[in-house]
T-cell receptor, first 114, second 109 residues
Framework: DTGVSQDPRHKITKRGQNVTFRCDPI?????LYWYRQTLGQGPEFLTY????????KSRLLSDRFSAERPKGSFSTLEIQRTEQGDSAMYLC????????????FGQGTRLTVV | GENVEQHPSTLSVQEGDSAVIKCTYS??????FPWYKQELGKRPQLIID?????GEKKDQRIAVTLNKTAKHFSLHITETQPEDSAVYFC????????FGKGTTLSVSS
């Protein structure tokens, strides 16, 4: 499968625990996005990378969230001290270059905080 | 940053009717406007997109129009079919790709 892949697909964690998600973009895609989606809502922008550089973070993003893309290939999203409100689908998307090309989405990681 | 508003939030049509979904955006620097379709339990997938140097684009039963002056763009689906039932998202892209909240389209036969 040469599409965007995310791991794990599902994660159940206790409140207060840290979780880390991984995204492998389509090979040679320079741009990588992270979104959060709750039921009935559109993908909410969290952050994006151009190669290894994190260029923008949502102003609404808590300091408990951090993302990395150390070699410009895969990316990780970490949530520290999880809260029940963090329960959502976390989507990763990649695009070849720039902001005016199609973004391809992964299947997402569904996080449930209990 | 960019803000994208989408209307309506739900839309019900009869098979064969047309459906129109409208979006407005705030960032005049945005130059790319894709539309995604998301079926239940699946990832969003691109159905059509338009760039700011074009006013209209059509692909079979789907068309998108863009009015840069008014900062709005619309998705038009003609001859709707039950398989068109899904959630549709518009997006605007200046730097980051920002999505609207979605429109749930229901096509009844």
């Amino acid at each position: 499968d040469t599409g965007v892949s995310q791991d794990p697909r599902h994660k159940i964690t206790k409140r207060g625990q840290n979780v880390t998600f991984r995204c492998d973009p389509i090979s040679e895609h320079n741009r990588l996005y992270w979104y959060r989606q709750t039921l009935g809502q559109g993908p909410e922008f969290l952050t994006y990378f151009q190669n290894e550089a994190q260029l923008e973070k949502s102003r609404l993003l808590s300091d408990r969230f951090s993302a990395e893309r150390p070699k410009g290939s895969f990316s990780t999203l970490e949530i520290q001290r999880t809260e029940q409100g963090d329960s959502a689908m976390y989507l990763c998307a990649s695009s070849p270059t720039g902001s005016n090309t199609e973004a391809f989405f992964g299947q997402g990681t569904r996080l449930t905080v209990v | 940053g960019e803000n994208v508003e989408q209307h309506p939030s739900t839309l019900s049509v009869q098979e064969g009717d047309s459906a129109v979904i409208k979006c407005t955006y705030s960032d005049s620097a945005s130059n790319y406007f894709p539309w995604y379709k998301q079926e239940l339990g699946k990832r969003p997938q691109l159905i059509i997109d338009i760039r700011s140097n074009v006013g209209e684009k059509k692909d079979q039963r789907i068309a998108v129009t863009l009015n840069k002056t008014a900062k709005h763009f619309s998705l038009h689906i003609t001859e709707t079919q039950p398989e068109d039932s899904a959630v549709y998202f518009c997006a605007g892209s200046g730097t980051a790709l920002i999505f609207g909240k979605g429109t749930t389209l229901s096509v009844s036969s």
